[in-house]
């Protein structure tokens, strides 16, 4: 807006300047023009009249011609074929323009602007045919010149300035008309960020507290669909829970006797016991989920070496053949959340045995504000187009299309990531399979207080 602004105005002062400087030199050269018509012929009939009693009054009568300053004349007679300046000294026929001395001596009347020693001049050229004689008078054009240049220069400034007010004024009315918008923009964004208690408060203009309150139904909307499903999803995995346990326990006794089974049965067998257990991990999974979306679960934060707790997990969960590394010093303690730590890396250990034939490198490093934990794969990678959809809820990568994934372990991760102030992502390693890294804000024990998950 501000630039429309300022380019309308400029374009409108920039054209009336132009109609004005156009006007005014016109006008100014038409004058000028007229002024020094007039007295060239005047002084043509002077002429006219001293020459018809005397020609040999000529010189003498250049001589004390009037021309106005800064000017000069020039006579010619055809009897003699002679001219006769009025300074011989400074001016002479070969000052002006050679056609327009030519055309005059033709028999036409006529006038011509001209440079003449780097100034601007008007010449006028008067055919005496009484007297068979050609008068030239030329007129300087330097007032005009310095009235227009000095009018041209206030037109240029008064351009500028004229646009530069419109930019402020288009600054100022932006603002008032934007201010509105940008606080529906930055409740937007608050929204997307998951404060969905964020609303709009009145306005007092009636066209703005419709946008208001149409704002702020919507956002009512959303939340309780979102609200109604979170809690549909939640309620369909507690009562989920107790039949999928059920179920579990049977296969555990029916396992027991799997040998008794004939070969097809046996493999019947395996495939509802596969399915089972992939249930069942769904369904733990959609429950951290609703617990996540719900904001259930109090941070249960404690002071810890997160190099000491990440190889801890991997060797409790039969993952230590991963080669460790860290750039954690063993006196480097932070204050974190140990079952979201917990659940990060064991996610990401499991997604990596599951999809891309186990863990190869687990990585822990830090900077000032920052703690990152890198997880490395021996598999194919993760197509560059597949990165950030592997993180959506239920979505697989080509290489888990056939596995007994549920799909939402690396949303769980991610979920626990934000809580942590950090995020998740994947790149590639440098021996060609994944490498997925999880970043989170750093708290040291003097500051625990400063940050709280969300």
Avoid at 203 to 210: I, N, T
């Amino acid at each position: 807006m501000i630039l429309y602004f300022g380019l309308a105005a400029f374009a409108a002062a920039l054209a009336l300047s132009i109609v004005t400087y156009a006007s005014t030199r016109t006008y100014l050269l038409r004058q000028r023009t007229e002024f020094a018509t007039r007295q060239a012929f005047n002084n043509a009939q002077l002429v006219r009249t001293v020459i018809s009693l005397n020609s040999g009054d000529a010189g003498d009568l250049m001589s004390n011609i009037r021309s106005e300053r800064g000017g000069y004349a020039v006579l010619h007679l055809d009897e003699s074929d002679s001219f006769y300046p009025q300074e011989p000294l400074r001016f002479t026929q070969s000052n002006l323009p050679i056609q327009f001395v030519a055309k005059t001596l033709s028999g036409v009347t006529g006038r011509q602007r001209f440079i003449f020693d780097g100034e601007p001049y008007e010449a006028v050229g008067v055919n005496i045919k009484a007297i068979n004689a050609q008068y030239f008078e030329a007129f300087p054009l330097n007032d005009v010149a310095r009235t227009l240049s000095t009018i041209r220069n206030t037109l240029s400034v008064g351009v500028l300035l004229i646009t530069l007010t419109a930019g402020f004024f288009g600054l100022s009315i932006s603002s008032r008309v934007l201010r509105p918008l940008r606080r529906v923009t930055s409740a937007a964004t608050d929204i997307a960020s998951g404060g969905l208690d964020i609303r709009l408060a009145d306005e007092k203009d009636p066209e703005l507290a419709k946008l208001a309150t149409s704002f702020n139904n919507m956002v009512d909307a959303v939340q309780s669909r979102i609200q109604r499903e979170t809690r549909f999803a939640s309620d369909v995995s507690h009562e989920l829970r107790s039949p999928v346990t059920a179920l579990a326990t049977a296969i555990e006794v029916l396992q027991a006797r799997r040998g008794e089974f004939s070969e097809r049965n046996q493999q019947a067998f395996d495939i509802i016991a596969t399915q089972v257990r992939r249930f069942d991990r769904t369904v733990l999974d959609l429950l951290e989920l609703s617990r996540l979306d719900a904001g259930a679960g109090a941070a249960d934060e404690e002071t810890i070496n997160l190099a000491k707790l990440v190889q801890q997990i991997a060797q409790r969960h039969g993952f230590g053949g991963a080669k460790f590394a860290s750039t954690l010093n063993s006196n480097d303690e932070t204050v974190l959340d140990r079952r979201r730590i917990e659940r990060i890396v064991l996610n990401l250990l499991e997604n990596a045995r599951d999809h891309a034939g186990g863990a190869t490198a687990i990585l822990v490093t830090s900077d000032q504000n920052t703690l990152t934990i890198s997880i490395e794969d021996q598999g194919i990678g993760v197509a560059q187009s597949e990165r950030e959809r592997i993180f959506e809820r239920f979505a697989r990568g080509t290489s888990s299309r056939n596995s007994t994934g549920s799909g939402l372990g690396l949303a769980i991760v991610q979920e626990h990531a934000r809580a942590l102030h950090g995020k998740a992502w994947v790149e590639t390693s440098s021996s060609g399979g994944a490498r997925f890294m999880v970043t989170m804000a750093r708290k040291s024990p003097q500051n625990a207080d400063e940050l709280q998950p969300q």
